[in-house]
């Protein structure tokens, strides 16, 4: 059997939320002494799959990239891939992200989707300047992006019913957490040292957001720029500043797509879980990796296989 579609996690509830997307699983591959990753095996629609996820406590930049690849070694049929999990959101007045949205990335005219922020060179003065250049995912899938923004104009949207899978089993930390403890506060206001929760913080610093229309659905999708890095960002003033350096385009930050895009054809699609500010907690983590997950199976449904073959 050969698997043409490769999904990149970086921790294990994140796969576990792709697991929860094939439509069938595959039996396992026979140890390889030569091959230190386990891969889960199985289909999505008509496409076999492969899933891997990072080694436990090796995040980041190479070892996403090093899990690349390996899954493109081990597996030569693959012709593109999906890195898929958490982010933080970058809150703006243009773009009304919440937790639990979907980034996914798409290109412009300056770059692919994906800029590291944290790669180039030191210069005089203080200033750093960004070198390289990140490849922009296959036409194709941005063609079956053009499908997915067209069909949730006019209300076809399918990964709400794809959510539904997480209600069966024992996944319900994986269905959403009560939208009151979506909370966000303003960028100078840092959180209580020590405190593991919300719950001493200053109700007075919270930006008053208007509620989402509920009627379609409680998630949306944003399409645009994603910043990758080797670094957690959890200061507000942090991820503003490099957020006006890269031109105030980006939507969320995360660590490890920059690893993958110029050797591993792929989108980026990632959950939002937190704000980048030092109020970041895990509660929306599980939900954030949901709605990635489910978004990723809407959108490879619509690939047809003629053009895996390829």
Known sequence: ???KVGWICAL???AAAAEAMLDRRHPDLPFDPYDSMLYTLGCVGPH???I???PRGR???SAASAVARGMLEKFRGIRFGFMVGIGGGVPSDRDDIRLGDVVVSQPNLEHGGVVQYDFGKAEAGGKFRRTGHLNNPPTFLLSVLNRVQINHERGRRTYPIHMGRYDEGDMEEYLCPQSERDVLFHE???HPAGMLDCTTC???QIIKRPERNTKTTTVKIHYGTIASGNQVIKDAQTRDRIVKDLGGQVLCFEMEAAGLMNDFPCLVVRGISDYCDSHKNDGWQRYAAATAAAYTRELLLLVPPEDVVK
Do not use: H, Q, T
Request: glycine share 4%; charged share 15%; net charge negative.
């Open 52 to 54: 891997a996820c990072l």
């Open 48 to 50: 076999n799959v492969v």
């Open 202 to 204: 200053d109700l007075n």
């Open 188 to 190: 100078n206001y840092s």
């Open 59 to 61: 995040p980041g930049l």
């Open 1 to 3: 059997m050969e698997y």
């Open 12 to 14: 294990p509830f994140e």
